[in-house]
């Protein structure tokens, strides 16, 4: 491609509106443009990148046995109501009425549809399984669009339903070549990214995964095992009961006076203590009415809500106790509270379990215990799994331990179960000729995000760093003088002519534009490999190398310049 | 592609609602599926051949010099109100509301948004001509969806919009190479089309041509030359005024009565004359408050309301007489009018010039007039085009005889000029650093209606019959008893991988069902080439060869079908 039949627009700051790295760079390579919030127009340099993640997701599709198929974006709202999403959904779900005052929304996803396709067109057991893909716009109406693609109202995503007789199916047929599939595709977008686990009803997560591409500036905190390919969100990963023996007591219980310290950290500076030696105290609802769970984890560890939700006895959705019925019970407000002489249920964090000589509230206002030791100040609680991990964890597999690192969600792989063909009664006949319900799983590639993540994940001070199966362009040529050097012009359309005969994406930059521009364009746009063409060097017979990658120029010979691409490209 | 990893489902009857032959076999042969009315998902089978007309009309984009990008389905209303669509535009533009209640429509083109962005992209002459497409999904809220695919609310389309200094430019560099590009898409595709004039402006109409793929059930009616390239919409192909002199009259003025006969066919009827000797009367308002014009045209010929609205002191938009004005300037009723006697102005076709001896309403009631000559009976009228043309007309360039056609609308270039780029301010700076307008195109083709045209076409009682570049597969290897005989399962195995290593679209049709069904299907879904692999043909050394466009099937060498396919498929 030449750059003068193509549309190159850079711009030297990124708008004020722009704060995350990629939706800057995004904006200053022109990959994108906005047409108003949460909207936007992919640009020709950007529509390049995205049909290359486009295209490798559907190679990987379709190797792992999916069909393509194409909904539609606007979805009757029946299918909707049947599923019970219609009423279920937020403001997310953008509906709209036609002509006729029907109503419709924009699908942010396809469930329904497919479910509805499936139920006509699938009968019997012989037919499954099936898994169905496309790649499709969607719309989520975030209430608060931000960071660009990365979480724009209109994005184009991949999504794909898989059908299955039984369960054995759905995770041997559907969801581990997903999830194979997955690990080929951002494998091959040359992504450091991990499967998470996201779900907690086993340890490892079979039934959900989310694929995070790692970046300090994800929303989402991951841990994963130094070890093992374990990696779980950091509120679903689960921490391991202690090994050994308790330590022996060594201290008395002392009740010291601790006037307005109500938090640890108060507690912490008015003691000049460390937090680790503080027990923190939450009060919850217990499952009986008027019944009050108190719940007790180390000072400096973040209590996990998820986590306590599921504890036996304990009121779900999770409420944390009022005020007037944590004074009433406890004789103290919160800031305070302790274990000694409350005779409701307790639960401990397996972290507090094996120490001794605990700093605790005790029951009074601006009062506190030195000295606390299960056991003989208190009933022994019930020990379990009640906060966040933390770096140095052991991994919950048992092998190394935990790392935290910060992720950008790419992709979902889900085992729905029968959630939707329950609902919508999607049957088939078994080979007894009796009617069962379908089991389901769904996985999802957010395709135009993916672009912005790679970005979070790939760029310095100049510009974005493409992986070589992103980039627009596998290289560019830039000459200087491309107008007015005769010779510089003839090197260039030489070597322009013979890598795209070659096959290569190459992008001869023939802008007539001053060298800084162009130089700094090409860095901006990230494309990784640059051939820059000179008068001077030229007369040597050489021409310019440069690696985006790396901060050094390399002359080659002009003889030698497709050889070396060649050479490279293949690294 | 192995049937058993794709997905084929195929219909005996197509459901009721179906009337079109397009609609009927897309759905019978499982090219998609009905959601909601005009809402489709494009099914495994049909995607392919929609893909096929995507990726030839994108090759022929971008060597006609035309640069991707993809603009967003929904679309902010402030671009539309400043353009001035967002009042002018009916129901088919659906409105939407997102949660902040701010208003968006669904695209049904995208003129505002590339305007706004080329706007603000583009400042400089130099930057110009530049041609922006995309391939991306419509919504129009068509009051009546109906025949499938053809006229859906939701479909493909490209849209390409150019931008120029001047209109040279725009004609040059934007509406001439998008129409020749048109015409290597549809030339590409296989389809038996017409450029057809959508403009009265001039003679071959340069500000704007339809492409229409010649088919019996189209909607448009097309007038075209049978020695040159003219054609246009019968309702804007002009008729020229007949050479020579007229008749001379041979009969006297003569009153008859005519009891009930109101129209042309009752007069035609009663007196036992040919239509064509009678004069339809036709009064309209004039331009002057009151004043009514009287509009004669032979009574076979069907008067044409967009160019007698286009005739001085013809009030516009054209507007038919009330009775009571008619009763009262005539002294009769509509049914026995004529120009004897009137004393306003009047239009008579060119078709009647020179002719004598016309039957004609007397203005009396139930009466009519025979012998009725021009110039002798009543003043001479003006002669004009009053009238669609009919076949044998001569062609408007002189060129040999109109023919009339059906047509199916799925391309439209057209020369916008400065509608959008004036209503939204986009200039750019001219040689000269003087702020000019934009000069624009716009260049539409309907990529899902193709596909329904195509069929339209092209079909059979026994089903589709697809040229090469649409078919979703150009081969289909149909096995008698894959499952069962070990020597057809071979033979087919081996045609079909030595056609995939060829890089040729191959079928192979290895479901478990009876050979009627195979074989039907084969038709039905209109597969170009098709090898039948029997055991019985085996034992001979020999395949069965079979042309979809043919009714007889060859017997073929199993060693020569591969070199026999590579030889049909380039013929």
Known sequence: MKASRFFISTLKEAPAEATL??????????????????????????????????????????????????????????????????EFYGKELLRLKDRHDRDFCM???????????????ITSYKQLPKNFYHIQTKFRDEVRPRFGVMRAREFVMKDAYSF?????????????????????????????????????????????????????????VIAYSDESDFAANVELAPTLPLEGDRAAATETLTKVNTPNAKTIADLVNFLNIPAEKTLKSIVVEGEEE????????????????????????????????????????FGANGGSLGPVGFKGRVYADYAVEKAADWVIGANEDDHHYTGFNFGRDAAEPVFVDLRNVVEGDPSPDG??????????????????????SQA?????????????????????????????AAIEQNNDE??????????????????MNYKKSAAVKEAADKIYAELSEQGIDVLLDDRDERAGVLLNDSELLGIPHRIVIGDRALKEGNVEYADRRENQAQTVALSEIVGKINAVLKA
């Open 424 to 452: 919508m009664n999607a049957t088939v006949l078994d080979n007894n000729g009796k009617s069962q319900v379908m089991e389901m799983g769904c996985y999802g590639i957010g395709i135009t995000r993916i672009v912005a």
């Open 164 to 220: 299955h007789t039984d369960y054995e199916s759905l995770v041997k047929d559907g969801y581990q070549p997903m999830y194979d599939a997955y690990c080929r595709v951002f494998n091959r977008l040359g992504l450091n990214y991990r499967p998470v686990a996201a779900d907690t009803g086993s340890i490892g997560g079979t039934g959900s995964h989310e694929f995070q591409v790692l970046a300090e500036s994800g929303e989402d």
């Open 107 to 121: 699908g942010p996803t396809c469930e329904e549809v497919i479910t509805d396709i499936v139920r006509k067109e």
């Open 21 to 86: 790295a990629s939706h800057k760079l995004m904006l200053r390579a022109g990959l994108i443009k906005a047409n108003a919030s949460g909207l936007y127009t992919w640009m020709p340099m950007g529509l390049r990148v995205l049909r290359k993640v486009e295209n490798i997701v559907r190679e990987e599709m379709n190797r792992a046995g999916a069909v393509e198929l194409l909904m539609p974006v606007v979805q009757p709202a029946e299918l909707w109501q049947e599923s019970g999403r219609w």
């Open 462 to 479: 100049r510009g974005i760093i493409w992986t070589q199966a992103m980039a627009p362009f596998a290289v560019v040529i830039v000459p």
């Open 290 to 329: 008027g019944e009050l769970v108190l719940l007790l984890l180390r000072g400096d560890h973040e209590f996990n809500d998820i986590k306590a939700e599921k504890l036996a006895g304990v009121k779900s959705p999770l409420t944390m106790a009022s005020p007037e019925a944590i004074r009433r019970t």
């Open 399 to 420: 092998k190394g331990r935990l790392k935290l690192a910060r992720g950008i969600e790419v992709g979902h792989v889900f085992q729905l179960r029968d959630k939707y």
